[in-house]
């Protein structure tokens, strides 16, 4: 395979694109029994909080970007969702979010993922737990997740994303950047990124999400038309009620894309 070129995100923060994008939720509280707490250093002064919530030693681990104005803590409950399909789950949260430090940028997103990848590897080899993994992201952790799958998919099995997009034109057009050469070599790069991508791959979206709409989903679908990829859509689900409309369908697909990349 050629090799991507390279994408500078970051140009997005430094013409103020991206002021917007996040709403940062800097709290935290204490993890349940079942989960455990790390910090990842991803720069001088900088660490990223995460959750580690481990059910059992010989399951996959899921490596998961949650979505915006979201926290690890959001997921205690949600966990036990994944552990009852055979799953870990490893959240992963951005600058100034939770109890990380930092402020958030787009560049920062896509670069603090590789470490929160090989961060977890790391403790999937100290903790004795099961080498597979899978990466996932929702709504804007499709970013953080489809930057992995793109540039480092030898660690996964398997791409799951929720609510996401997959496109970056829009972002540009609406900051007057798309037609400027710099601007036009993101969206190439981006575009190419998400094309070069063969992990199989999962998309779940809701019918009536009004914040990200479905065509971007489908949009995003098209983009991985090289891989074994599935997109569910959820009937009557929003944006942030997807995964409790249709909680059963949305299990049942992830625990198919596991089944299908090597099983338990």
């Known amino acids: 395979m050629a090799e991507l070129p390279e994408a500078d995100y970051a140009l997005l923060d430094r013409e103020g694109a991206t002021t917007t994008m996040f709403y940062p939720r800097p709290e935290s509280f204490p993890p349940p029994e079942w989960a455990a707490d790390h910090l990842i250093e991803v720069s001088d002064g900088v660490r990223l909080g995460a959750r580690f919530y481990i059910d059992d030693p010989g399951y996959p681990t899921v490596l998961y970007f949650h979505g915006n104005g979201e926290i690890a803590s959001d997921h205690d409950d949600i966990s036990r969702l994944y552990h009852e399909i055979g799953l870990n789950l490893f959240v992963v949260e951005f600058r100034g979010y939770g109890y990380s430090t930092g402020d958030p940028t787009l560049g920062a997103m896509i670069a603090d993922a590789h470490v929160a990848a090989r961060h977890l590897l790391g403790l999937q080899g100290e903790l004795g737990l099961s080498p597979r993994r899978f990466v996932m992201g929702r709504s804007l952790g499709a970013h953080a997740a489809l930057e992995l799958a793109g540039r480092a998919s030898e660690l996964f099995e398997g791409l799951i994303i929720e609510s996401g997009a997959a496109g970056i034109r829009r972002t540009l057009e609406r900051s007057g950047l798309l037609d400027t050469e710099l601007g036009g070599m993101l969206a190439a790069a981006h575009e190419a990124k998400v094309k070069s991508i063969r992990l199989p791959s999962l998309l779940i979206h809701g019918e009536r999400d009004d914040l990200i709409p479905l065509e971007r989903a489908a949009e995003l679908y098209d983009l991985l038309a090289e891989t074994d990829r599935e997109l569910v859509t959820i009937p009557n689900a929003g ?26």
């Open 239 to 264: 944006h942030n009620d997807l995964l409790w409309v249709g909680r059963d369908r949305y299990f049942e697909a992830i625990a198919a894309l596991v089944s299908r990349t090597g099983g338990q």
